[in-house]
């Protein structure tokens, strides 16, 4: 099921909008025009990367800087250690929609702790 995001005009170059899906997932426009979009929070600690900073095709978490690659999901500088999952988007008469991905998120240790019940 594709969901729509929010218009392309409306997500200038460089920003990003988070989707409060659960989990929540959030569309990068780079500067130079790619539209990436990525699970929102990063596998290290419990922090959106909606909020980071994106330099290229890598969101930097605001947390512990943590990289991403927006392209893989791949961490490209600790403390994380699990990629994020990436999902694929596509832009049609205006419109970012992202299609989710099946795969199991990487979810940080907290939030599984939580999930399950226990301390977060």
């Known amino acids: 099921m594709m ?11 460089g920003e990003a909008h988070r ?9 990068f426009h780079t500067d130079d025009g ?14 959106s990367l909606a909020d980071g900073w994106l330099e290229g095709c890598e969101v930097e978490c605001p ?3 943590s990289k991403f690659d927006l392209r893989t999901g791949a961490v490209d500088s600790p403390p994380a250690k699990l990629p994020v999952r990436t999902h694929q988007v596509l832009i049609e008469d205006g419109m970012i929609y992202v299609q989710p991905s099946t795969d199991a998120p990487n979810l940080p240790p907290c939030i599984v702790a939580r999930l399950a019940g226990g301390p977060a």
């Open 34 to 47: 790619e539209v990436f979009a990525i699970d929102d929070t990063c596998t290290h600690q419990d922090a």
């Open 63 to 65: 947390l512990h800087a």
């Open 19 to 27: 989707l409060d899906i659960d989990p929540p997932v959030s569309v």
């Open 3 to 13: 969901i729509p995001a929010c218009r392309l005009a409306d997500l200038p170059r």
